[in-house]
């Protein structure tokens, strides 16, 4: 059974950083591109980042691009997302997801396999 879990979120002060990890089991994560994607309260959900099946291309939303990296490691079967310079407006639960496809869009509805989210509080 294919399954993704999350892991990596806390509490952080602004200015702090975090890394996400997305856990594969059930599967082999080489095949698919990876998307992370965030649920605020009251917000509409939004793509954060995503990670072609290679590792070779990634996209970024401009909120977070300069201070979000993410990254897969493939032999551990997991990708990464490390968030630098975090801001009060990142605070979400970050969920990933996993498709098999090639290259990845930061669409929802492309992605058909998601976690179970982690939650990301960044307050002082």
């Known amino acids: 059974q294919l399954q993704l879990v999350e892991s990596g979120g806390g509490l952080v002060r602004p200015g702090g950083s975090l890394r996400l990890s997305c856990a594969a089991s059930?599967?082999?994560?080489?095949?698919?591109?990876i998307g992370w994607f965030r649920q605020a309260p009251g917000k509409e959900g939004e793509g954060v980042s995503c990670?072609?099946?290679?590792?070779?291309?990634?996209n970024y939303a401009s909120s977070v691009k300069g201070r979000f990296t993410i990254s897969r490691d493939n032999a551990q079967n997991t990708v990464y997302l490390q968030m630098n310079s975090l801001k009060p407006e990142d605070t979400a639960v970050y969920y990933c997801?996993?498709?098999?496809?090639?290259?990845?869009?930061?669409?929802?509805?492309?992605?058909?396999?998601w976690g179970q989210g982690t939650q990301v509080t960044v307050s002082s």
């Open positions: 997801a996993a498709e098999p496809q090639l290259l990845c869009v930061l669409r929802k509805d492309d992605f058909g396999s």
């Open positions: 990670i072609s099946r290679s590792g070779s291309s990634t």
């Open positions: 059930g599967f082999t994560l080489d095949r698919y591109a």
